[in-house]
């Protein structure tokens, strides 16, 4: 993905869709993650917090060979539209990765979000988490159970937490430190630590 900037003004959060990820994906999902977590851009990046990238081009293609792993895209196109042909760009991502608890029980995880640093603000975030979400819902419907949704975040990222609380996500109290496995990037100071969150979304 290269660098031009992006014009929020000319993109309508109503116009926002998602699609299921592909290998041809790779290299602007790739670009498109590290920009937005490990560079400076846009107010949701970890810069100050871990180094290093946030993931490989391996790592992404083995998510989308995962059947229990959803990656949806927000691309690019020359409409702005989904009728529009795609440029090869991509405006954001989301995961939905569907989990099993110890008891046999299916909740969904979402990770790897991420809205084009230019369009952050715009609206845009919070429709891609909303179709993640409804996705998600829909997926763990047949459980006849509360859907648990969960996610983490970093520790030391106030305005990152309240983020997901006005969206009626919460701290349940689990906590780990960041894994110092080079995997995930390094981390800039030892007491940092991945917070989990849930919303329990039907029942």
């Known amino acids: 993905m290269n660098k031009e900037i992006i014009n929020k003004n000319h993109i309508s959060k109503d116009a926002v869709f998602l699609r299921q990820a592909k290998a041809d994906d790779i290299g602007a999902l790739e670009q ?6 490990r560079e400076t851009a846009g107010w949701t990046n970890e810069a100050d917090l871990v180094g290093g990238i946030r993931i490989t081009q391996a790592e992404l293609a083995s998510i989308i060979d995962n059947p229990k792993h959803y990656l ?10 989904c009728d529009g042909d795609e440029t090869d760009e991509l405006l ?6 569907i989990k099993v608890d110890a008891d046999a029980n299916e909740k969904a995880y979402i990770g790897m979000f991420a809205v084009h640093p230019d369009l952050q603000g715009a609206g845009v975030g919070n429709v891609i988490l ?25 520790s030391h990222r106030p305005e990152l937490l309240a983020y997901y609380q006005r969206r009626g996500y919460q701290l349940n109290g689990n906590k780990m430190p960041f894994p110092d496995d080079g995997n995930n990037g390094e981390p800039k100071r030892q007491d940092l630590a991945l917070l989990e969150l849930e919303k329990i979304v039907s029942s």
Do not use: W
């Open 32 to 37: 498109l993650l590290n920009r937005c977590y």
């Open 92 to 97: 954001g991502c989301i995961a939905v990765d």
């Open 72 to 81: 949806f895209v927000y691309p690019k196109t020359t409409t702005g539209t």
């Open 130 to 154: 909303q179709a993640a979400e409804t996705f998600a819902e829909r997926h763990l419907q047949g459980n006849n159970r509360p859907s648990r949704l969960t996610m983490s975040i970093l």
